[in-house]
């Protein structure tokens, strides 16, 4: 059982690293690829990024509740 400290800071860090992950990069992302690609290329590469955030986001959610369980 972790402390009230320790679960704030899991969920703040959880909280800026989704927004980045799934709101501010994504809209980044299709902003800079819509002027540069055809739609087929944008819609892969975006697809991509979403596989590898979710993969990265589990990966980061188990790794932070293995460090700070004490």
Do not use: H, K
Not at 21 to 32: D, E, G
Not at 41 to 53: E, G, I, K, P, Q
Request: charged share 10%.
């Amino acid at each position: 059982m972790t402390s009230w400290p320790r679960a704030v800071g899991i969920a703040a860090v959880m909280l800026v690293a989704s927004y980045l992950l799934y709101a501010l990069i994504p809209n980044n992302l299709l902003t800079y690829l819509s002027i540069r690609t055809s739609p087929r290329n944008r819609d892969l590469l975006v697809s991509l990024w979403w596989v590898a955030a979710l993969g990265f986001g589990c990966w980061l959610f188990v790794r932070l509740q293995r460090t700070w369980e004490g």
